[in-house]
């Protein structure tokens, strides 16, 4: 709940914080819940659920499409001993958008590698308790305490730990950046001169100064 815009709210603080959390949880169940609760309170009759509480990190199975909280679980399904983190924003976990994160693990499965793909919120929020990437990179991609990847595809824009050149030095594991072009189809892309500059700065001029490395668009 944003304190600055919720002064100038009519409505009670506890709509608000209802208004926030289905947001924050996120996922089509919550939205359109939100959806319901807004008309319900312009319009009697209409019912809606709670907001249903979301992880807001996790290791994603491709396989089963269920999220595992723990390395060590997900690694007794399946695991080469060659293993690969894949770093992906929560958001499109929870809304079910994961074709690019499918694919990329089905093919680094075909090439005998283990994909581990990990969704995130991004830099997080301490106020909620959500981890940021750098906890999350910690949480998921170590095991007893030394790194557990020999390599990370970053799908993720912006820079990856806010300057953490500490972790990213202790994993020491090459950071492959994945770009996702959010504006464009792929045939447009395609028939364009390449990134615009917004794009370019967030997606690889921002993830390059922390030593992520080689940007191939991925997807769009």
Known sequence: ??????????????????????????????IRNL???????????????????LPF???????????LGSLELFLKRYDTGRR???LFYRTSWADGDTEVVDSHA??????????????????????????????VLRRYFYLGGKPAVHAVI????????????DLLRELNVPIF???????????EWRESDGLDPVSTIMSVTLPEMEGVIEPVLVGS
């Open 154 to 165: 970053s799908l993720l824009s912006f820079s990856l730990t806010k300057g953490n050149l």
């Open 35 to 53: 959806i319901l609760f807004l008309v319900s309170l312009v319009k009697g009759g209409v019912s809606y659920a709670e907001p249903k509480p």
């Open 1 to 30: 709940m944003d304190p600055v815009l919720s002064k100038y709210s009519t409505e009670p603080k506890e709509v608000l914080r209802k208004v926030s959390d289905y947001y924050t949880y996120g996922g089509r169940q919550n």
């Open 177 to 187: 950046q994945g770009l996702i072009y959010y504006y464009r189809t792929l045939d």
């Open 106 to 135: 089905e093919e680094l499965k075909r090439r005998g590698l283990t994909p581990i793909p990990v969704f995130t919120q991004g830099f997080g929020d301490k106020s909620r308790g959500i981890e940021g990437n750098d906890e």
């Open 84 to 86: 690969v983190g894949i």
């Open 57 to 67: 990190s996790g290791i994603y199975d491709p396989d089963t499409k269920e999220h």
